[in-house]
């Protein structure tokens, strides 16, 4: 799943932390600058990755188990 944004790249991932770990219960497995990668406890992931585009960055989240989450993670943005 993927989307488009005008927010910062900080922003982006700050709301990505906050949602995902704060919110979920996932915990961070893996962390720079343009990427993110969420653990379960068990099994399930979900990595976000930002790649800029002109004056926007494309959001694009893969995960595994915890697909409810990451469209209500998309849904904020629009």
Request: hydrophobic share 35%; aromatic share 14%.
């Amino acid at each position: 799943m993927s989307f488009k944004t005008d927010k910062d790249q900080k922003v982006i991932l700050d709301k990505a932390i906050k949602y995902f770990v704060d919110e979920v219960g996932l915990k961070i497995a893996e962390q720079n600058s343009c990427c993110i990668t969420f653990n379960g406890d068990k099994v399930g992931y979900v990595t976000v990755t930002l790649a800029q585009e002109d004056n926007k960055f494309e959001v694009k989240l893969e995960t595994r188990e915890f697909e409810y989450w990451v469209k209500k993670f998309v849904e904020e943005f629009k």
